[in-house]
């Protein structure tokens, strides 16, 4: 299994911008698709992107797309996820995910294997 441990969270107004990280440790991350995720409070955990091994192809969850971008850069065991023209309704922990495999079932949490610990974004209106 990769380590995870996620940064960048913090507050932003809406309409702002952060870019969240996702450090991997171990030699195998490129063999890792990779998601995030994120629970507000007194809801469930719910998908908002994924990424392939080689970054080529990504899944969003309608609520994000067209604002939030993940990408990954292999050499520095990384996985990011630019979050654009938040709302407060972004407001949530979000944590990184990793499986082995990639298919039309990115956004079930129960197929990642490894989870980071997770970091607070909060936006303000």
């Known amino acids: 299994q990769v380590q995870l441990v996620e940064s960048g969270g913090g507050l932003v107004q809406a309409g702002g911008s952060l870019r969240l990280s996702c450090a991997a440790s171990g030699r195998t991350f490129r063999s890792y698709a990779m998601g995030w995720f994120r629970q507000a409070p007194g809801k469930e955990r719910e998908f908002v992107a994924a990424i392939s091994w080689g970054g080529g192809s990504t899944s969003y969850a309608d609520s994000v797309k067209g604002r939030f971008t993940i990408s990954r850069d292999n050499a520095k065991n990384t996985v990011y996820l630019q979050m654009n023209s938040l709302k407060p309704e972004d407001t949530a922990v979000y944590s990184c995910?990793?499986?082995?495999?990639?298919?039309?079932?990115?956004?079930?949490?129960?197929?990642?294997?490894?989870w980071g610990q997770g970091t607070q974004v909060t936006v303000s209106s």
């Open positions: 995910a990793a499986r082995k495999d990639w298919d039309t079932l990115m956004s079930v949490s129960g197929k990642y294997a490894s």
